[in-house]
């Protein structure tokens, strides 16, 4: 390093010879720098489990950047990695920032891989009732293996200030994602009898436009307010996939404290229908502000194997009922401790015409710890017509 690069000379020569201080100034006590409050660094060990993949373990840094009096996280940043007892591996860096131009913005981007060798593959809309031992058969399993980013971008379009309540806010949404899948069935499995095109390697690149409206007053454990979501998908050749498909998605969240309680009654309505020729990936989740795997699972259908139904058409309905009386100091952080009810109801098919021959109910009851209102962990029982399960997860259902 060049003299001219290296750090400042201090203002004042360092002494030769040791000074003692004064009399009255001996035993002063130095002066503590104040914390920054405005950046927060939590890294999480991570704990979950569902009985599809296992026990979960793994760890997240997780990093915000709010500023005093604000409700929302301006930077938001995760990288996450976890591995389960039966070697399902997630590994995810992405970030959010809000407001970064002044404009009430929200830019989104991140990467992610997954190598999954337990994924499920039930059939495309197979609506008989299996039994434990059916869900968990080998018969039923394959390895699927994705990697792939996302970049999507949120500008303001109307703004509704509402006193002593957090602002409505309407908002252009538009996103570009590509993923890659791998797909591998075994010897006389159920991909390779009923879907044997499925097998191989699969691009999805697709464009994402819609609008948004939010106005909950937390965006990780809100309240009241609301989160509403209407997007179109478009793939084909030209983004880089290897079928023509298309999507459109809309979901509903609302989220009301009941009277003076700390009980929050929170809903989510969805429809998410797809045409062309979606890949398997595609056809077993929902699209949307946060894609999540289409009915059977920890987010949605908890109670159900985890994307044990699955199709061009889905519809779903979701209830809970939070309460988290119990808030503990520890040190500079909060812990809430609490309870909640939850109910679901499904609709998958291939066909609009056949949406409502076939229904899925499940619910459960579950247990809430709400860190700071910056992480949830919630254990949950969930219940169906082919058995139950207990999940573990790091973050509301929705």
Known sequence: MSVDNGPPKPELPEATVPVTPPARSRFRKRTRRQRDTRHRLLPLPHLSSQ????????????????????????????????????????????????????RREIFNFGFFASLDPVFTFYGINNNQTL??????????????????????????????????????????????????DVIKGAPNSRLLEELPSAEGTWRRGYVRLGVTWDSRDNDWSPTEGSLIDVTFDASGKWTGSSSNWGRFHGSMRHYWTLGQSKIVLAHRLTFDTLW??????????????????????????????????IGKHKAT????????PVELKIRRHTLGLGLELFAEAGLVSQTMADMLKHWY??????????????????????????????????????
């Open 276 to 309: 062309g020729e979606p890949p398997l990936m595609t056809l077993g989740e929902f699209g949307g502000l946060f894609p999540m795997e289409a009915y059977g699972g920890a987010y949605v259908g908890r109670g159900f194997g985890r994307r044990r139904f």
């Open 51 to 102: 009985p599809a993949t296992g026990l979960t373990l793994g760890g997240s840094l997780n990093y915000a950047y709010r500023l005093p009096n604000d409700n929302f996280n301006r930077v938001y940043g995760l990288a996450w990695s976890r591995v389960s007892t039966k070697l399902v591996q997630d590994h995810i860096l992405s970030a959010r920032m809000r407001d970064m131009l002044g």
């Open 317 to 324: 309905a979701g209830f809970e009922l939070r309460f988290a």
């Open 361 to 398: 109910v499940s619910g459960g009851p579950g247990l809430l710890l709400i860190w700071d209102r910056f992480v949830v962990f919630r254990v949950e029982g969930g219940f169906g017509k082919e058995g139950g399960a207990l999940y573990l997860q790091s973050e509301h259902a929705f």
């Open 131 to 180: 039994s434990s031992g059916e869900l968990t058969a080998p018969y039923n399993l394959i390895r699927m293996d994705n990697w792939g980013g996302w970049f999507t971008f949120e500008h303001p379009l109307y703004t509704l200030e509402r006193p002593g309540r957090a602002p409505g806010t309407l908002r252009h949404y538009s996103g570009i994602f590509y993923y890659v």
